[in-house]
T-cell receptor, first 114, second 111 residues
Framework: ETGVTQTPRHLVMGMTNKKSLKCEQHLGHNAMYWYKQSAKKPLELMFVYNFKEQTENNSVPSRFSPECPNSSHLFLHLHTLQPEDSALYLC?????????????FGPGTRLLVL | EDQVTQSPEALRLQEGESSSLNCSYTVSGLRGLFWYRQDPGKGPEFLFTLYSAGEEKEKERLKATLTKKESFLHITAPKPEDSATYLCAVQAKGGSEKLVFGKGTKLTVNP
């Protein structure tokens, strides 16, 4: 595997389900990001982790719970979601959180909440 | 508040018809401006980073330029495979290192 991978690629869940999204980066980076991309809206930053520590939570509802067990893996745990949470969820990584560095994105997980 | 506005929202070109996409931004001190390409159902693919006004970068048929208020992505003699949504993002100096994205320009190149 190379670059940034995400699983699953597609997910359909009911509002009462609990599911998790997984991101893995094979670039040796230390900072990882979760973004939400909804139709007709810009990418919205959700969370940032740097060396496994959360450094930014962009006022994300608590029904989204991130986890970063090490610098290569990032999870987004989902529970009691709403239909408006349906979107493409993207993971990205950078060498560090130093700034000016290119963010490399994974292919995304397309989530549909029924 | 940092803002990015991309225009037009959508652009249709004939193969070989050159054009430009615009990215206007307001930011409290620019650390970098990033261009990405995104194909349907996929994640954004990095194209260029520009750091200071006057800087230009090229890759195949694409050329990105930067001024203090805007960036242009020039597409010369486009091909159908250049069809995609092009995203612009800025990163401000100091504080949060997050990227602020525009809504993108959807480019369609007809054969």
């Amino acid at each position: 595997e190379t670059g940034v991978t995400q699983t699953p690629r597609h997910l359909v869940m009911g509002m009462t389900n609990k599911k998790s999204l997984k991101c893995e980066q094979h670039l040796g980076h230390n900072a990882m990001y979760w973004y939400k991309q909804s139709a007709k809206k810009p990418l919205e930053l959700m969370f940032v982790y740097n060396f496994k520590e959360q450094t930014e939570n962009n006022s994300v509802p608590s029904r989204f719970s991130p986890e970063c067990p090490n610098s290569s893996h990032l999870f987004l745990h989902l529970h009691t979601l709403q239909p408006e949470d349906s979107a493409l969820y993207l993971c990205a990584s950078t060498p560090s959180q130093r700034g000016g560095e290119t963010q490399y994105f994974g292919p995304g997980t397309r989530l549909l909440v029924l | 508040e940092d803002q990015v506005t991309q225009s037009p929202e959508a652009l249709r070109l004939q193969e070989g018809e050159s054009s430009s996409l615009n990215c206007s931004y307001t930011v409290s001190g620019l650390r970098g401006l990033f261009w990405y390409r995104q194909d349907p159902g996929k994640g954004p693919e990095f194209l260029f980073t520009l750091y200071s006004a006057g800087e230009e970068k090229e890759k195949e048929r694409l050329k990105a330029t930067l001024t203090k208020k805007e960036s242009f992505l020039h597409i010369t003699a486009p091909k159908p495979e250049d069809s995609a949504t092009y995203l612009c993002a800025v990163q401000a100096k100091g504080g949060s290192e997050k990227l602020v994205f525009g809504k993108g320009t959807k480019l369609t190149v007809n054969p």
